[in-house]
């Protein structure tokens, strides 16, 4: 079953799936970008966050 349902079932492409996928990750970082300017001290504690996970990983 498809997401879209006026498409008739077809595979597909890898040039469509990294276009799609392209503009989804590009929709998520504009969307991260928003995030950080509306609320800057969460932002900024969730980057002392990932950097206290990052020094504490073990390689």
């Not at 509306?38 to 073990?58: C, E, G, H, I």
Request: aromatic fraction near 6%; charged fraction near 50%.
């Amino acid at each position: 079953m498809s997401d879209l349902p006026d498409q008739p079932e077809k595979p597909e492409t890898d040039a469509e799936r990294r276009r799609r996928r392209a503009r989804f990750l590009r929709d998520l970082a504009e969307a991260r970008e928003l995030r950080a300017r509306v609320r800057p001290r969460r932002t900024k504690a969730a980057r002392l966050r990932q950097a206290l996970r990052m020094r504490t990983f073990r390689w």
